[in-house]
């Protein structure tokens, strides 16, 4: 069974830095590419960055590019999300979501549960 | 940046009914397109891939047609279990861009 499971939201300042975590299972993890998309409080999704199997293609959305920084380690099926100079704007739920298939387009067949990320002062 | 417009943003239905979601892009994205459904507190789940391919696990009610700019999410007869809402995800382009939902809502 595949799983996705996210971790390290919490409720930060203005400008601090915070890193979320995914961990994976049930599948090959370094087949495939991973993403994270959030969702800020009632509203819809937003797509954040993604990265291919094997750390070799990264890409960012541009509200979160400079800022944040996606990566992760085959070795431990994990995700990472290194978010800094964080804004009230960056207030989401965070989800990893897992790219369907090894080749193709990039759409999602699992997602984890998400982690809060709350950015107050 | 590719703009995903679904319409309407509330569809009212009849549990037995039909509904026909309809998402635009702002410019061609050939059928480079997936579907996802979101109930509350749940993670989005993925419907529809390539405009009209079902997912792995999707009833066959629902089904996804269209290509260029103009894509419909049709559920030919509303189940509970379908009252949620439905996005619409572009992966012609970078960046990876979702329409802003439709809830779809007991009539």
């Known amino acids: 069974e595949v799983q996705l499971v996210e971790s390290g939201g919490d409720l930060v300042q203005p400008g601090r830095s915070l890193r979320l975590s995914c961990a994976a299972s049930?599948?090959?993890?370094?087949?495939?590419?991973m993403h994270w998309v959030r969702q800020a409080p009632g509203e819809g999704l937003e797509w954040v960055s993604g990265?291919?199997?094997?750390?070799?293609?990264?890409v960012y959305a541009d509200s979160v590019k400079g800022r944040f920084t996606i990566s992760r380690d085959n070795a431990k099926n994990s995700l990472y999300l290194q978010m800094n100079s964080l804004r009230v704007e960056d207030t989401a739920l965070y989800y990893c979501?897992?790219?369907?298939?090894?080749?193709?387009?990039?759409?999602?067949?699992?997602w984890g549960q998400g982690t809060l990320v709350t950015v107050s002062s | 940046e590719i703009v995903m417009t679904q319409s309407p943003a509330t569809l009212s239905v009849s549990p037995g009914e039909r509904a026909t979601l309809s998402c635009r892009a702002s410019?061609?994205?050939?059928?480079?397109l997936a579907w996802y459904q979101q109930k509350p507190g749940q993670a989005p789940r993925l419907l529809i891939y390539a405009a009209s391919a079902r997912a792995t696990y999707i009833p066959a009610r629902f089904s996804g047609s269209g290509s260029g700019t103009e894509f419909t999410l049709t559920i030919s007869s509303l189940q509970s279990e379908d009252f949620a809402v439905y996005y619409c995800?572009?992966?012609?382009?970078?960046?990876?861009?979702f329409g802003q939902g439709t809830k779809v809502e007991i009539k």
């Open positions: 990265i291919n199997w094997d750390s070799g293609n990264i």
């Open positions: 995800q572009q992966y012609n382009n970078w960046p990876l861009t």
């Open positions: 410019q061609s994205i050939g059928s480079n």
């Open positions: 979501a897992k790219k369907m298939a090894t080749t193709g387009g990039y759409y999602f067949d699992y």
């Open positions: 049930g599948f090959t993890f370094d087949d495939y590419a």
